[in-house]
């Protein structure tokens, strides 16, 4: 199936932890994202590669670090984990970003919940 | 700050009626509007993207854009209590496409 598969889809853990969270697509787009989505719904961008190369880089605290091997495949690490992580976090992708019609249109991942205790 | 806005709803509507969101966005400079549907405990799935003044449409959804008052808006005919779902307005900011900015979303029920 050609699709964005993010692992885990449950993390629960513990104040201070490290955790990570994997993302693939088998789409053959460019560009990938992390997004997060609190418990008032508010879908807001973290972080977003083109071709391994960070372009979007939003207000996000230094805990959070993206790494992404290659273009299928874009990882979030998070360190010391806190109270106000708790909430959905999706990946998604594009194809090659630009004003052609097409541009911008994301396939989402089928999120990875997240809740720190 | 660019900001996109939808009423929060919830939008109730009978079956088989016509449901209407709408949202409206500050950048004036926008060049592609996306709809998305999410269901509860799901991910976000695009219904339906629009690029030119005017109205596009695809079977039961139609997209209507005016750039000049800065809205774009989503109708849904023949509502379907399947259609029950919040619905999220997204829009680009000039200069940058690849960066979208979202709405909150208007959560839509559709009551048999």
């Known amino acids: 199936d050609t699709a964005v598969s993010q692992t885990p889809k449950y993390l629960v853990t513990q104040m201070g932890n490290d955790k990570s969270i994997k993302c693939e697509q088998n789409?053959?787009?460019?560009?990938m994202y992390w997004y997060k989505q609190d418990s008032k719904k508010f879908l807001k961008i973290m972080f977003s590669?083109?071709?391994?190369?960070?372009?979007i880089n939003e207000t996000v605290p230094n805990r959070f670090s993206p790494k992404s091997p290659d273009k299928a495949h874009l990882n979030l690490h998070i360190n010391s984990l806190e109270l106000g992580d708790s909430a959905v976090y999706f990946c998604?992708?594009?194809?090659?970003?630009?004003?052609?019609?097409?541009?911008?249109?994301?396939?989402f991942g089928a999120g990875s919940r997240l809740t720190v205790l | 700050q660019k900001e996109v806005e939808q009423n929060s709803g919830p939008l109730s509507v009978p079956e088989g009626a016509i449901a209407s969101l709408n949202c409206t966005y500050s950048?004036?400079?926008?060049?592609?509007f996306f709809w998305y549907r999410q269901y509860s405990g799901k991910s976000p799935e695009l219904i339906m993207s629009?690029?030119s003044n005017g109205d596009k449409e695809d079977g039961r959804f139609t997209a209507q854009l005016n750039k000049a008052s800065q809205y774009v808006s989503l109708l849904i005919r023949d509502s379907q209590p399947s259609d029950s779902a919040t619905y999220l307005c997204?829009?680009?900011?000039?200069?940058?496409?690849?960066?979208?900015?979202w709405g909150l979303g208007t959560s839509l029920a559709v009551n048999p």
């Open positions: 998604a992708s594009s194809r090659k970003a630009g004003t052609y019609s097409g541009a911008n249109v994301l396939t």
């Open positions: 789409l053959g787009h460019d560009t």
């Open positions: 590669y083109n071709n391994k190369e960070l372009i």
């Open positions: 950048d004036r400079g926008s060049q592609s």
């Open positions: 629009i690029y």
């Open positions: 997204a829009v680009n900011t000039a200069g940058n496409n690849r960066k979208l900015i």
